[in-house]
């Protein structure tokens, strides 16, 4: 039976996944050395070969981390020459340790990343490394041939290899981000790179704005200041007169170039600020029992004005720039056998990097659970129920995959959706996760969700345990893939709740 069941833990930190890696790749990627003059017209940037320096023998470079003004970790670099068993070329390397609080729980998160290149600066191969509390990432990717590589990856259910074409020289991840810490002399300078493990394409843009005074450390210092966008996320960069990165700020975040012998003494205390809450959006209003609420109206300002956010029980008025959002709680009412139009619901019944459904496991579970039952609607209740006693709700650092959520037995809000959804799927019940933002407390947290279709399009929290799920999840996207979109207007994104009706 529907329930607003307790809240979990879980349910707000999917997206500090999404945070946490996007501002680690932008963070590692810019750690470089600019000299003046600046050129006028846009540099672009296609090749490691503009990215090293051409003088290079070794560069070894420590970084604290901090979250608003606490403390969370630190970051190691190292550039050098390799050495002359490995051949002729060049070794880029990143040693991240971070402990991370998420709703009062330390999360202790380690990146290694190793780049071997060529003497002609093409890449040969990289290797990396995540470890989290419960979750663990092993990457390797080796060239082949010109433009053919071998990708392999490894996460606690499974492991994947195949070959891939890049589209690109340039090759990183958000995921865990390769490290340089030079970029060539230009005013302004454009950088496309290749994701092989999201297989998604990058595009950056830098800016210099030229020479201001700021404070680090309570020493006033003339610095470059250096503007970056990442698809409408915006950071910056300072540098020394030499051209050397002393801070650099992105989401709440920033890293500050330390000594080592400074650096130690402060690495075994704890941030005090909560990353999901840091990166909540505020409520214009303070709602009572919002599970039992019928309607929404909401006023959004902040978000890209491309984005499509109608859904079938989301309506869109977009007024003077701004976007109204109308949200409907919908009950089902016409519930059919579960032998639906298969041709018409393909896109949501197949599988993806995300949401595994032609699993033997997977199946067997789905099939046991279900038995003989045909009504949708009792299918969907029933997996939510064997997902609420059989998954451990509580925060964890991963890329939500249905099987690693199945081996791991435990989740927040995308794996859980990840994991309903695989089991929908897998039972021909059309089937996606959304992505968006659901009230607590005040406060609108990012969140994931099911969408299914059970003789017509419900919403299903199984995070929450809200079998028909209250109309304060606002969707922003459709699907895990999209989840990434999200850092584009973090900070940023305003809501006011204009009307609501309860049931």
Excluded at 20 to 27: G, K, Q, T, Y
Excluded at 369 to 388: H, M, P, Q, R, T
Aim: with cysteine; aromatic share 12%; charged share 25%.
């Amino acid at each position: 039976m529907e329930g607003t069941g307790e809240v979990r833990l879980g349910r707000r930190y999917k997206f500090v996944l999404i945070i946490v890696a996007s501002w680690f790749f932008l963070s590692f990627l810019f750690l470089f050395y600019l000299e003046d003059p600046f050129e006028l017209r846009i540099y672009k940037i296609k090749k490691f070969s503009s990215l090293i320096p051409p003088d290079l023998l070794i560069q070894d470079s420590w970084y604290s981390v901090y979250l608003g003004d606490s403390f969370i970790g630190y970051t190691h670099f190292l550039m050098k020459i390799l050495e002359a068993k490995r051949g002729k070329g060049y070794l880029l390397k990143n040693e991240s340790r971070l402990k991370i609080p998420v709703l009062g729980v330390i999360q202790p998160i380690n990146l290694d990343v190793k780049i071997e290149l060529g003497d002609n600066y093409s890449l040969n191969e990289a290797d990396l490394g995540l470890k989290a509390k419960s979750y663990s990432l092993e990457g390797k990717l080796k060239k082949i041939n010109k433009d053919e590589f071998y990708l392999m990856v490894e996460t606690p259910a499974q492991i994947v290899k195949k070959k891939i074409n890049v589209p690109e020289e340039l090759i990183t991840s958000i995921f865990a981000p390769i490290s340089l810490n030079y970029i060539p002399p230009k005013k302004k300078i454009s950088l496309s790179f290749f994701d092989p493990f999201l297989e998604k394409k990058i595009k950056m843009l830098l800016r210099n704005k030229g020479k201001r005074r700021i404070k680090i450390r309570d020493k006033e210092q003339e610095v470059w200041e250096i503007e970056f966008h990442l698809d409408g996320a915006k950071g910056k960069i300072f540098t020394d007169s030499q051209g050397i990165v002393v801070k650099q700020e992105f989401l709440g975040f920033k890293f500050v170039k330390e000594d080592v012998g400074s650096l130690f003494p402060r690495i075994e205390k704890f941030a005090s600020s909560d990353l999901a809450d840091y990166f909540s959006v505020p409520s214009s209003l303070s709602l009572s029992h919002p599970e039992k609420l019928s309607y929404l109206k909401v006023k959004l300002k902040g978000l890209p004005c491309e984005y499509n956010l109608e859904f079938f029980n989301q309506k869109v008025i977009k007024k003077d720039g701004e976007v109204i959002l109308e949200i409907f709680k919908k009950q089902p009412r016409n519930l059919p056998l579960l032998s639906l139009d298969q041709d018409r619901f393909k896109g949501y019944l197949t599988g993806d990097n995300f949401i595994v459904k032609d699993s033997p496991k997977l199946k067997k579970i789905a099939v046991s659970v279900v038995g003989e039952e045909k009504d949708a609607f009792n299918v969907v209740k029933k997996l939510s129920g064997w997902i609420n006693k059989n998954i451990k709700k509580i925060p964890t650092f991963s890329l939500p995959n249905t099987l690693d959520v199945l081996k791991m037995k435990q989740g927040d809000c995308g794996e859980i959706s990840a994991l309903l959804v695989g089991f929908l799927r897998s039972v021909g019940i059309p089937s996606w996760v959304n992505i968006g933002l659901v009230y607590q407390k005040g406060r609108f947290f990012y969140h994931a969700w099911v969408s299914c279709f059970v003789g017509e399009w419900i919403d299903t929290d199984p995070a929450l345990n809200q079998l028909i799920a209250d109309p304060t999840h606002i969707k922003l996207f459709k699907g895990l893939k999209n989840q990434f979109e999200l850092f584009k207007f973090l900070g940023s994104l305003q809501i006011e709740i204009m009307e609501f009706r309860y049931d």
